[in-house]
């Protein structure tokens, strides 16, 4: 089977040539002076993507990879601004991209016709990103075109989304349903069934003749809540008129409103993170079914769960060449690993990415580096050169709008994520943004948010999971090893903060980069700064209502994590097992990591990084430091012979750098 440059032929198996195009009705429009080639169906964003187009700018040095989440706005000229992944592709449209400084010399004009001869089509939309804050989609301050009225608002079209409506629907009940893309159905496709489980094509279309119910439901496609206060969402539409495509606002007024807005996938933190080429596996997959579209002829795979394996299986039978699938899991179990190793893909486990680069300035291919994930090991293997590195993440529930309505969130350890917490009187959560993994959970979920405020019995979500014998748990989000002489900015997240772990850093103070910087945050960050220390997982909730919780521009308002002042009685004694483990006269100090990080009880404490010999320990941490401070309060038997002296923790496994901050008493 052919492929072709970036998209599947239409007779690509496993669903992967573009359900949303229509083959037969071709167009082209003009973005930035370039001839867009694309068909009915496309977005401007798949058509500029399926045309060789992968970078949106730059950011300093760093090429920035066009992204779902990271577009310029386009304008058809008269002062409008429209989002490229979900306005549609018209023939005939003339659009320019607008939202920062773009590079004169962009693909059209004398000077743009010169640089395509002497260096190829530009692959980049030439825009130049500094460390301000993105300015918000002029949509967020718009009068309001039309107001809803109904009974229930539902926020996303995915599996949790349709069942919620298709109740509500039911239930005889005026509802609206609000999808950001162009179809309804969400993930499903990408995770697929379990055991009995019908497919995700027959539960789909079971959801969608649910929504025909007593009380038909109005859905909007191309459609993004931005906003709420109360039970009133603020939404912002893209609809055609006139053959050309009109930007919306609508005020949605409901008694109550489901948040059924999915997860979305974290950014693997490697250098060179976000350099084109690059891409999520779950967006991956929803570029190649929906669009068609999949640049170049080989690609590496990176994951820390099964489902990776699962999309480069489909691909491989459609034509592509697996390089390798990179799993961060030292022993996997999973039918996807038995499947692709039936299949003769190269398999490689316990290595995360250490680094990314381009091959050529402006030109398509990676070069990839890999390193043992293993503790603190990171002994590096060869790099691999590449057309696409498909970078699977941890996931992260989307409670966005769960927090612009006043919801609570904080760390959850056992899953590694930002998750919510508390409850509203009129708005709920259903599926994987309540915290959910499962088909059957979504489900069900869905259909309890309307049952309960009906004031209806549901049965109880149910949301089992695959035992371990049978499917290895997703691991954490992977990290490379940390190295002052890596080429390429980490990135925390794939929006539009581009904080880098560099940035993101404590200082020797303790305070973490994400304090000092006055630009909002996604929760992408705050889950990235908790893994690598930047930030306590205490002071996640608190930080994403400051900084996330915001659809406008932030400003600087002085925030900063307050650290009260020290009262002896807050000392905790050490415990009595402790006594005379370092000596006769211990001292007690509360030290601070210079990562930011919280030490938990039983970390122990070396003079230097090298040593782990428990007999060679000179003290141990015991308690937590006081709130919003980071490190611990100490035990120590040899002392540095200043307060500041370097030190160092050993936190899991690793060495973490840390200092005497105070000396502290007992209360007598």
Known sequence: MTVLASRFPADAPNGLSGAELDRQQPLQFRLNGRTIDGFAGDTILSATLANGIQTAGRHGDEALALDESFTPLVSTGKGTALPMDRTPA????????????RDPIASGGLLGALRNRL???????????????????????????????VDFAIVGGGVAGLSAAAAAAAAGKRSVLIERSQSLGGTIRYFGAVDAEASPDVTIE???????????????TRAEAFAIAGTTLSVHQVVVENGRPVSRVLAIVARHVVLATGASERLPLFPGNR????????????????????????????????????LALRVADAGIE????VDSRLSTTSRFVDF??????TLASALAPSHAEPLQRNKPGLRVGFAVAIDEIAQDSTAIETDQLVAAG???????????AGGGAG?????????????????????????????????????????????????????????????????????????????????LDRGTSLITRRAAAASKYGISGLATRAVQLGLGDIAAAVDIGAMAARDAGSVAAERCALSGEIRDTGWRVATPPAVEDEVPAPPSYLAGRFGDKPQLWAITAADARSFEAGCLIFENSESSDPLKAIGVTYAPHRPGANGGIAIIGKVPEAAGAELYVRDAGTAVAARLAERLKLRS
Not at 119 to 142: C, E, F, I, K, M
Not at 288 to 307: D, K, Q, V, Y
Not at 426 to 444: C, D, E, I, M, N
Request: charged share 20%; proline share 8%; net charge positive.
């Open 411 to 491: 760390w959850d350890q056992a899953n590694g994520w930002l998750g919510p917490r508390g409850t509203l009187p009129a708005v709920a959560l259903a599926g994987s943004a309540a915290g959910h993994h499962t088909t059957a959970a979504a489900l069900s979920s869905g259909k309890a948010a309307i049952l309960g405020f009906l004031g209806k019995t549901a049965p109880p979500v149910v949301d089992n999971i695959i035992e371990e014998a049978f499917e290895t748990p997703d691991a954490r989000n992977p990290i490379a090893p940390f190295r002052t002489s890596a080429r390429g900015g980490t990135y």
């Open 275 to 310: 350099t084109p080429g690059i891409v999520g596996a779950l967006t991956a997959f929803l570029r190649a079914e929906r669009f068609g579209i999949w640049p170049g002829r080989r690609a590496l795979f990176t994951t820390p769960n099964s489902f990776a394996y699962r």
């Open 394 to 404: 941890a996931w992260q529930p989307e409670i966005l709008l769960w927090l612009r």
């Open 119 to 149: 260096l190829g089509p530009a692959r980049t939309l030439n825009h130049r990103y500094g460390d301000d804050q993105v300015g918000s989609p002029p949509w967020h301050n718009a009068a309001v075109d039309e107001t809803i009225e």
């Open 322 to 325: 697996v390089q390798r699938i």
């Open 90 to 101: 018209l023939p005939g449209l003339d659009l320019v991209t607008i939202g920062s400084r």
């Open 206 to 220: 079971r959801l969608i003749a649910g929504l025909e119910g007593k009380a038909p439901v109005r859905v909007l």
């Open 340 to 345: 692709a190793k039936a299949t003769g893909i």
